[in-house]
């Protein structure tokens, strides 16, 4: 959410910590803070459409996947931060690396964002600890998100993926605007660990939890509603906000994120994160096998083991993204059937727990034709190798070509190695007017990959892992700031 507003100069009232009522604060909690009228709302300041707005777009962060349901770790920083800027999204708050301050700093650049201070807030009366001030705002946004799944701290996590809230500094040095907080719009939710700003310059103290509440929701894809008691309405009022809202909404950012005239924002934060407790990690599957290009037989055994916090529902084996044989129970283990395809085939193991996650793995194998050349001598024309006296063609897990398989950029002759649907191959860029070679198709206007087996082409996200200079065109995100000026609204 992003705030902005003046303030009347000389107009002072004195409340609760807690606006609107003296129950919704700590007894010991007050402050001075400066009186809200429609001279004193911010505007709101759009600059960048949104990540993958309409279909079908690429995913921007390699292995980064829009996030299943699930517990969101989100990072309160009121000690300081120094961020490092980024010519790419999104933002990564494990690293402390953000594309939002690349205009003001340049990218590779950083700036420190300063502990949070009180004496930056409006005017206080001296009676409220920075302490207190911290306290009362993490209780208020753990109140505010009781009902979804969500994890506040104030301590750095340790590992794994988080969101992280930063309390201080200003717009400034941050985007070079005049605003109280900032957050990508995230609309399908591609990043598990956005940074967001609330800046307490000017702000009451009520307005931190309330701030950062909005901004915190952009991040994770909702957009501003009309609704006034709800956190995602776009302007600060006297009254404090208290809760998502929920029905059909109008929705003032009609447009981005395609969310069209209404947004039920309860409903669409329980899509994303869920209830507490609610498991959102799809199964970990691993194929151990066949290997990446190995030559298999009709009946060899296809062994997958599947970890996951909730019980397993199916298992399912696909070849060419037919389903063949599914299981309900361990072991995992399937046999290639007599009736499989030959040539190069691509397996697949997908498994679902009983919470709806799924998740699968692949691998592409060579199961032959019988038109095998012998390799007595172990020799084979180019393009060929010999593997068990027979020449079969080579796979395209040996070598860095186009359409071979790979784990980073390097391994591949392009120097692009492009994910799809939990596959790696070694590809390049293409869009409308830079066409793929004989045999591979364009996804998603972004990476060539080769096309499907089965004739009927591929669809769907498409990502090229750490693309260098050049590799393809970046990707923006919808960014909301308050400004000061006539109207102070939350973006």
Known sequence: MSLRFSLLAGTLLAVALGLPTQADAAPSLSATEPALSEASDRQLLSVLPPLCDGAPCWNPGGDLQPQAVGLRRVYLNFEGVTLTASNSQPDDATT????????????GNTVTIPPFDRFDLGAQNGAT????????????????????????????PSSGTYHMVVFGGTCGSVVGQNCAGIAPLDCNDFSPSNIVFAFPSGLRAVD????ATQELAHAIGLSHTLDTSDFMYPFIQSALPTRYGEGAIPNEDQGPCGNGSYQDSHEKLLSIVGVPGQDGTPPAVVITSPANGEVVSLGDSVISTIDDASPIVKVELSLNNAVVETLTSPPYTFQ??????QGQVRVEVRATDDQGNEAGNRVTVYIGTGNEEPCNDGQCADGFECIEMLCYPDSPASSGALGAFCEENDTCDSGVCAEFDAEKRCSQACDLETTCPDGFECLGDTACWPKDDGGGGSSGLCSIAKPGPGAMSSIAFLFFALVFGRRRRRS
């Open 96 to 107: 402390n690396t953000t594309w939002m301050i690349t205009e003001v700093v340049g990218a």
């Open 129 to 156: 600890s920075r302490q207190e001030i911290i306290d009362y705002t993490v209780q208020k946004l753990r109140e505010y998100h009781a009902p979804y799944n969500f994890e506040f701290t104030t301590t750095r």
């Open 208 to 211: 931190l939890a309330t701030t």
């Open 336 to 341: 290639i059937p007599n009736t499989a395809p």
